[in-house]
Nanobody, 114 residues
Framework: QVQLVESGGGLVQPGGSLRLSCAAS????????MAWYRQAPGKQREFVAS????????NYAESVKGRFTISRDNAKNTVSLQMNNLKPDDTAVYYC???????WGQGTQVTVSS
């Protein structure tokens, strides 16, 4: 069955970096657009970044442009999110999403705090 498993979250100080990974299985990863979303406490889930299939075109939320980079490795069935210069407002549970949202991962917590 389709599985998306996120990893790499944790506690980091403002200005620090984290790299999230999403391991996909149970489907042909290379033909699906993938995305990262996040949900902060008391807020709605919001778009962070997306990446298309073979051409790997990327799109970012304005709040993370220039700080986050999404990438994918179709040979390893993974999509990653490199997060640099993290801010307290980036604190959230980060989710991996397949396509238009038929499958989601369980999420990984990112906390940015001094």
């Amino acid at each position: 069955q389709v599985q998306l498993v996120e990893s790499g979250g944790g506690l980091v100080q403002p200005g620090g970096s984290l790299r999230l990974s999403c391991a996909a299985s149970g489907f042909t990863f290379s033909i699906w657009d993938m995305a990262w979303y996040r949900q902060a406490p008391g807020k709605q889930r919001e778009f962070v970044a997306s990446i298309t299939t073979t051409r790997g075109r990327t799109n970012y939320a304005e709040s993370v442009k220039g700080r986050f980079t999404i990438s994918r490795d179709n040979a390893k069935n993974t999509v990653s999110l490199q997060m640099n210069n993290l801010k307290p407002d980036d604190t959230a549970v980060y989710y991996c999403r397949r396509g238009n949202g038929d499958y989601w991962g369980q999420g990984t917590q990112v906390t940015v705090s001094s």
